[in-house]
């Protein structure tokens, strides 16, 4: 009796074996996978891979900029692991523009040029006019972090400058802080005017001025900026974002 109890036991591990060994591969197969997406999950946090460098020109950077914003216009942009690459960039940063920017929440100028995270230096402030504060940043980003590219970014229905038109026109009278913002753009707007432009007109014409005026002050700004520019060390323009379509007019 007791040996055909074992002859049955026999039996039935031998029945069973299959599918322990299935289940045991099975378990393995799970590990694997999980291990390789831990694996996966933490290796751009971790990535050491050094900064890309920024002694790429003037036109090089400008060109690169254009050619992503032609592709945000389209909705092309970069696949990009935002993730990768934070070790090295806790050591250095080498962006390859500085912009001054609006602070328009429309206006995002990493987005509308397709450019990832340490690649552009960007100060912002209503109107995006040059101030002492502004300038600092700027210099500092040429200075002392290579920038090639120094850009003046307005936008297109800009609410500061038509503050502005409105406080000429209309003798408005602002709150707060608003009547120093509004007289660094008021040249802008007196500018533009002396070309006569229609009513509707004078809103665009204005802020592709203002641009162009703080490009100047930028260019021309002693001791640092108005060297490095006539040495050629950087290049300063600017552009025109326009809300509706995303492109960026040089001007």
Known sequence: MTTEMSSC???????????SRALDQRRRLMLAGMSTLVAGSLSPLTSN???PDNAIGGDAALKRLMLGNARYVANKPTQRDFSAGRVARTKTQKPIVAILSCADSRVAPELAFDQGIGDV???????????????????YAVKFLGVPLVMVLGHSNCGAVDAAI?????????PGHLPGLIDAIKPSVEKAKQGNPAA???LPA?????????VERIATSAPVLAGMVESKAIKVVGGVY???TGQVSLV
């Open 206 to 214: 204005a802020i592709k001025q203002n641009v162009v005026m703080n």
């Open 200 to 202: 509707d007109a004078l």
């Open 121 to 139: 230096f960007v100060v912002r402030v209503a109107g995006n006019i040059v101030n002492d504060d502004g300038l600092a940043s700027l210099e």
């Open 166 to 174: 409105k406080v000429l026109k209309d003798n408005v009278t602002l």
């Open 49 to 51: 891979a050094a900064v």
């Open 242 to 244: 326009d809300l509706a």
């Open 9 to 19: 036991n026999c039996a039935r591990d031998e029945v069973n074996q299959p599918a």
